[in-house]
């Protein structure tokens, strides 16, 4: 019971030494833009309900397929729905499910690739074989069937992209700890004693939160794409919550007569899958992992 | 002619910092070598060796600036040349031996290739001709059956052979001056020994000036003719070998010297207090105050420079100090101690660890082995066989040997980490199960390890307080704030303040890494301490201290050590009792001063007469011919393929008898004991001498 109380301590201590990594990243140009992006983003996506000047579904019947105006500043849509108020929300629901989708697949993913690490031998083998079977599967289409047969409700999108994303989790991970399993750190741990449970948590996992961080924002990016897809092809967020990629859909018919309606979506999702990008790129530099080789699942 | 082949004048270099601001590390160097001159260069660790060697190549790091001074070869200013033209001079008339042999090899091709390479880059060899170089290059550098050995990949090459193939690169271009930095740090002594023979023999008939870059005195002793002593990126005293070591004027190089353990002495050389300054602390004065026992006013504000003393000799010493007179007439320097003074050697000895018969192997276990048996694949053999040893309470049990002759094996077998193929185990009168997970868990702080690298051993991502907190918290029913103040005066036991608590390895240095890894294991309170190669990867000044650590911490505290170390100096000092390994087997066991007097076994022999004692002109016996063993011999004498003193094949035959010299004393041979004491000079003292070698055989 001592060791999982201290958990929460010991996790606290370790992401002190995240404070050189923050410093490094703010020292390059790309990561502070980036940074600068995903905070406004996140900023609006939490404090948009209280912000937007419509609600999502009020209906202005005069001003359909309005250009920008002072009333409506990013103009309207065919039913007459404020841009401005759409584009606002509509992060939230995308934002939402990538955020813990990521964070189920670093859980589970990451948990699982460094338990493999720590055990080896013939478990290690097998389970390894079990997961590049299923990396064979692209995850998008598991994601598309998941959705075909259960619905896109919250919940089934967060836990299959969660699994999805987990599966290619389990292989970083893996690997990142392997670099340590051998290491006379833990081979001390080891002729001290230490129950397993220990060496993982104490000795093992503080060495590899920064690779899990980067890995949980490299997902997040991921994820983030895959939703909007999903919501473009209509198996993602379901009206009437408003969704960048749905809006993208449902204003492309009418691009060349009201371009608004297309632009604004496209303009908050790309600013803020750049962010991120350009955040996570300079964190994984600052702690000397170069994922700009890696190609999404 | 008179021009010498490198003048170093007012050289300063520095790495920039922040904005404009550089932190230096060398500092106004001025030196010369010249032609076919061998200059050794010593200092501690950071003290900027390697920096400068790189600077007679015109070499510096990245973000390296040359702040003042000049490098002249032949009176071309290095740093003045376009880069063509110092590609030209480069590894042509100026080669570097790096450290690291394997690093300098390109592990996919072919070692034959790659000095081919080297030759058609500058001499435009190519063809046959190139071919033939190639062979005579190795051949030069004492290679067996070259033919074959240029197809061979580097990784299928022993240290010893790579750092020849290293050599042989090195001298491809046939330059005029070679640097070599640390060309035999992590040798085992006897490939080091011929290492150094076959540089002294490239000098003598090549003609190439040499500067050789070691913190290792005993083979600076070896191979040069003139020493440079650097601390703080200054040179503070340069002159012939034999004077600077016989008698040494600045208190620095008395220090060093004084540090080094000696195969001559029964006891430890006094460690020097302190450490180097850290580049970029340029205070006024001598870099040298914090730690100078001479040091007074003048020293704290004005330089000394480096001038020429009195002193005769063939070559100019010099030396930077205000008060070398002062240093001079206080006598000698560097008191031994004996270690052992403060351990009661009256109580009977009650054994603590008996290892019966014991067989270690690495080959697969369970399902694995069945299926490789099925396959038809050899059993590997046995890494450790019929292994027979008893610890005893207290005492310190050193067990020396090659690298690979399993010597850290043992130490994973009795940590229970790597379980037992055969054999018996017992600890304190019980038998010991063969793994830590099936040891009761009141045992686990009974037995304790300490490692050879420090940044290893300790999580980085820990604090010294967490460090140190594992064993309390696992082993004793203590608070946290018990534990706290425990492990501070855990650090105060080691020589550290508890300041040290909330600092992270990577603050560290190595030696007070290696003091919190000593702490650690005594904060379990152990009855033995599995020390594996504990002082290898420091300098031999924090050697020292950390062996002084060690031994009171064993007075105090009655622990036994299994003290493993390839360096026979250092095991003279610390330990009771050694047991010699060749191959997974002992070839002699015995209570340490019988161990370094006649009879000895041949390997022992040939390990002692390998060691480099830093007296100049003395060189190494070899007695053994430097090949790595892939593995050990089915039948007879584990030593036969490579015993200077084979008797024939009766050796290849017939596992040696255990021969009882003296009680306690076992030596396993063929050859009877008398004949042994009868044939062999006692390498000890012999080792004051300059002696040339009985069997010299460099392959
Ligand atoms: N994990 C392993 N798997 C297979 N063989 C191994 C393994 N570890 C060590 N060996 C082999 O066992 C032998 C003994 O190795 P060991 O590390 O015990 O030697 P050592 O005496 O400690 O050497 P050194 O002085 O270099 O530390 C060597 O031949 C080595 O190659
Ligand atoms: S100058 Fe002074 S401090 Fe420096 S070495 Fe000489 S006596 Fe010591
Ligand atoms: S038994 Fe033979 S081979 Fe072995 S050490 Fe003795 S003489 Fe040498
Ligand atoms: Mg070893």
């Given at each position: 019971m001592r060791s999982l109380s201290a958990v929460p301590i010991r996790l606290a201590q370790s992401l002190r030494s995240f404070g050189y990594i923050w410093r490094s990243l703010r020292r390059s140009r790309q990561g502070t833009i980036g940074l600068l992006i995903v905070i406004v983003h996140m900023f609006i996506a939490v404090a948009s309900p209280y912000i937007v000047p419509y609600s999502h579904h009020d209906i202005d019947g005069k001003n359909r397929l309005a250009a920008p105006s002072v009333e409506h500043p990013f103009g309207t849509d065919s039913f007459g729905r404020d841009l401005f108020t759409r584009v606002l929300l509509g992060g939230r629901a995308a934002i939402g499910v990538a955020l813990l989708a990521a964070a189920i697949a670093v859980l589970w993913g990451g948990l699982l690739g460094i338990l493999l690490a720590f055990i080896g031998g013939r478990v290690d083998e097998v389970a390894m074989r079990l997961i590049d079977a299923l990396l064979a599967i692209p995850g998008l289409l598991v994601v598309l069937l998941v959705v075909a047969a259960l619905g896109t409700g919250f919940g089934v999108l967060t836990l299959t992209l969660g699994y999805a994303y987990g599966v290619s989790t389990v292989r970083v991970a893996r690997g990142a700890a392997l670099a340590y399993v051998a290491s006379d750190f833990i081979t001390a741990a080891r002729a001290r004693g230490e129950r397993k449970t220990n060496i993982v948590m104490r000795e093992l996992i503080p060495n590899l939160l920064d690779v899990l961080l980067v890995e949980y924002v490299m997902r997040a990016s991921w994820a983030l794409t895959a939703i909007s897809s999903l919501s473009y092809l209509g198996f993602g967020i379901a009206p009437p919550t408003p969704d960048w990629g749905r809006m993208v859909f449902e204003n492309q018919v009418i691009l060349a007569v009201h371009p608004w309606g297309t632009l604004f979506p496209v303009l908050a999702l790309a600013s803020l899958i750049i962010g991120i990008n350009l955040a996570g790129d300079a964190l994984s530099k600052a702690i000397g992992l170069d994922r700009s080789q890696e190609a999404p699942t | 002619m008179s021009q010498k082949l490198l003048e170093v004048e007012g050289l300063t270099t520095g790495f920039r910092a922040r904005a404009g601001q550089f932190v230096k590390v060398v500092r106004n160097v001025s030196l010369s070598m010249g032609r076919g001159e061998t200059l050794g260069l010593v200092g501690e660790s950071g003290c900027g060796?390697?920096?400068?060697?790189?600077?007679?190549?015109?070499?510096?790091?990245?973000?390296?600036?040359?702040?003042?001074?000049?490098?002249?070869?032949?009176?071309?200013?290095?740093?003045?040349?376009?880069?063509?033209?110092?590609?030209?001079?480069?590894?042509?008339?100026?080669?570097?031996?790096?450290?690291?042999?394997?690093?300098?090899?390109?592990?996919?091709?072919?070692?034959?290739?790659?000095?081919?390479?080297?030759?058609?880059?500058?001499?435009?060899?190519?063809?046959?001709?190139?071919?033939?170089?190639?062979?005579?290059?190795?051949?030069?550098?004492?290679?067996?059956?070259?033919?074959?050995?240029?197809?061979?990949?580097?990784?299928?090459?022993?240290?010893?052979?790579?750092?020849?193939?290293?050599?042989?690169?090195?001298?491809?271009?046939?330059?005029?001056?070679?640097?070599?930095?640390?060309?035999?740090?992590?040798?085992?002594?006897?490939?080091?020994?011929?290492?150094?023979?076959?540089?002294?023999?490239?000098?003598?008939?090549?003609?190439?000036?040499?500067?050789?870059?070691?913190?290792?005195?005993?083979?600076?002793?070896?191979?040069?003719?003139?020493?440079?002593?650097?601390?703080?990126?200054?040179?503070?005293?340069?002159?012939?070998?034999?004077?600077?070591?016989?008698?040494?004027?600045?208190?620095?190089?008395?220090?060093?010297?004084?540090?080094?353990?000696?195969?001559?002495?029964?006891?430890?050389?006094?460690?020097?207090?302190?450490?180097?300054?850290?580049?970029?602390?340029?205070?006024?004065?001598?870099?040298?105050?914090?730690?100078?026992?001479?040091?007074?006013?003048?020293?704290?504000?004005?330089?000394?420079?480096?001038?020429?003393?009195?002193?005769?000799?063939?070559?100019?010493?010099?030396?930077?100090?205000?008060?070398?007179?002062?240093?001079?007439?206080?006598?000698?320097?560097?008191?031994?101690?004996?270690?052992?003074?403060?351990?009661?050697?009256?109580?009977?000895?009650?054994?603590?660890?008996?290892?019966?018969?014991?067989?270690?192997?690495?080959?697969?276990?369970?399902?694995?082995?069945?299926?490789?048996?099925?396959?038809?694949?050899?059993?590997?053999?046995?890494?450790?066989?019929?292994?027979?040893?008893?610890?005893?309470?207290?005492?310190?049990?050193?067990?020396?040997?090659?690298?690979?002759?399993?010597?850290?094996?043992?130490?994973?077998?009795?940590?229970?980490?790597?379980?037992?193929?055969?054999?018996?185990?017992?600890?304190?009168?019980?038998?010991?199960?063969?793994?830590?997970?099936?040891?009761?868990?009141?045992?686990?702080?009974?037995?304790?390890?300490?490692?050879?690298?420090?940044?290893?051993?300790?999580?980085?991502?820990?604090?010294?307080?967490?460090?140190?907190?594992?064993?309390?918290?696992?082993?004793?029913?203590?608070?946290?704030?018990?534990?706290?103040?425990?492990?501070?005066?855990?650090?105060?036991?080691?020589?550290?303040?508890?300041?040290?608590?909330?600092?992270?390895?990577?603050?560290?240095?190595?030696?007070?890494?290696?003091?919190?890894?000593?702490?650690?294991?005594?904060?379990?309170?152990?009855?033995?301490?599995?020390?594996?190669?504990?002082?290898?990867?420091?300098?031999?000044?924090?050697?020292?201290?950390?062996?002084?650590?060690?031994?009171?911490?064993?007075?105090?505290?009655?622990?036994?050590?299994?003290?493993?170390?390839?360096?026979?100096?250092?095991?003279?000092?610390?330990?009771?009792?050694?047991?010699?390994?060749?191959?997974?087997?002992?070839?002699?066991?015995?209570?340490?001063?019988?161990?370094?007097?006649?009879?000895?076994?041949?390997?022992?022999?040939?390990?002692?007469?390998?060691?480099?004692?830093?007296?100049?002109?003395?060189?190494?016996?070899?007695?053994?011919?430097?090949?790595?063993?892939?593995e050990p011999p089915a039948r007879g004498c584990c030593f036969q393929r490579r015993c200077p003193r084979r008797i024939g094949s009766i050796c290849d035959d017939e596992t040696p008898p255990s021969q009882f010299a003296s009680d306690g004393h076992v030596i396993r041979c063929h050859i009877p004991l008398e004949e042994l004491r009868e044939s062999q000079v006692d390498l000890i003292s012999a080792a004051n001498i300059p002696t040339h070698g009985i069997v010299a055989d460099g392959q």
């Open positions: - | 060796k390697t920096t400068f060697g790189m600077t007679l190549l015109g070499h510096l790091r990245p973000g390296g600036q040359v702040l003042a001074g000049s490098v002249r070869f032949e009176g071309v200013d290095l740093f003045s040349l376009a880069p063509h033209e110092l590609a030209s001079i480069r590894g042509q008339r100026v080669a570097v031996i790096p450290q690291s042999a394997s690093s300098a090899l390109t592990p996919t091709m072919r070692v034959g290739e790659q000095i081919a390479e080297v030759l058609a880059l500058h001499l435009g060899l190519a063809g046959a001709e190139s071919q033939e170089r190639v062979l005579d290059l190795l051949t030069q550098v004492h290679l067996p059956q070259v033919e074959e050995l240029v197809r061979r990949f580097p990784h299928e090459l022993s240290g010893g052979q790579l750092q020849r193939v290293a050599i042989a690169m090195g001298l491809a271009g046939t330059p005029e001056l070679l640097v070599l930095d640390e060309p035999t740090t992590g040798l085992d002594v006897t490939t080091q020994a011929h290492i150094l023979d076959l540089l002294r023999e490239i000098q003598e008939s090549t003609g190439t000036a040499m500067l050789y870059i070691s913190h290792d005195m005993g083979a600076i002793a070896r191979v040069c003719d003139r020493l440079a002593v650097m601390y703080a990126g200054e040179i503070v005293e340069d002159g012939g070998i034999a004077e600077v070591f016989a008698d040494p004027v600045h208190p620095y190089t008395r220090g060093l010297l004084g540090s080094v353990p000696r195969l001559s002495y029964a006891g430890l050389p006094q460690a020097m207090a302190g450490r180097p300054p850290a580049p970029g602390q340029d205070a006024l004065g001598c870099a040298f105050v914090p730690r100078c026992a001479f040091a007074d006013e003048t020293c704290k504000t004005v330089d000394p420079i480096l001038e020429p003393t009195d002193r005769a000799g063939t070559i100019p010493h010099l030396v930077q100090c205000h008060h070398w007179q002062r240093v001079v007439a206080s006598g000698t320097s560097g008191q031994m101690q004996d270690l052992k003074a403060g351990i009661d050697q009256g109580l009977q000895p009650e054994p603590l660890l008996d290892l019966a018969e014991v067989d270690i192997t690495y080959a697969k276990r369970g399902l694995a082995a069945l299926v490789a048996r099925w396959r038809g694949e050899p059993e590997p053999p046995l890494t450790v066989s019929s292994f027979t040893i008893t610890i005893h309470r207290g005492e310190t049990l050193a067990l020396v040997g090659e690298s690979g002759s399993g010597k850290s094996t043992i130490a994973r077998t009795i940590a229970g980490l790597l379980p037992p193929r055969a054999g018996r185990i017992d600890f304190g009168g019980q038998d010991l199960a063969s793994t830590v997970e099936s040891r009761p868990a009141k045992m686990h702080h009974r037995i304790q390890i300490i490692f050879q690298n420090p940044d290893a051993s300790l999580n980085p991502r820990h604090t010294v307080k967490q460090i140190l907190d594992a064993p309390l918290r696992l082993y004793f029913e203590m608070d946290q704030k018990g534990r706290l103040d425990r492990s501070g005066a855990l650090l105060e036991e080691v020589r550290l303040t508890p300041q040290y608590l909330e600092r992270h390895p990577g603050q560290l240095s190595g030696g007070e890494k290696q003091r919190v890894a000593v702490a650690r294991a005594f904060a379990a309170e152990p009855d033995l301490v599995l020390c594996d190669e504990v002082t290898s990867a420091l300098d031999v000044s924090v050697q020292a201290a950390v062996l002084e650590l060690l031994a009171g911490l064993q007075a105090d505290r009655g622990a036994a050590y299994l003290f493993i170390s390839h360096d026979l100096a250092v095991v003279r000092a610390i330990a009771d009792r050694v047991a010699v390994l060749y191959q997974g087997r002992i070839c002699e066991v015995g209570p340490v001063a019988d161990i370094y007097a006649p009879p000895y076994h041949p390997y022992t022999e040939t390990l002692l007469a390998a060691v480099p004692e830093p007296v100049p002109g003395a060189r190494a016996q070899l007695l053994a011919k430097d090949v790595q063993e892939a």
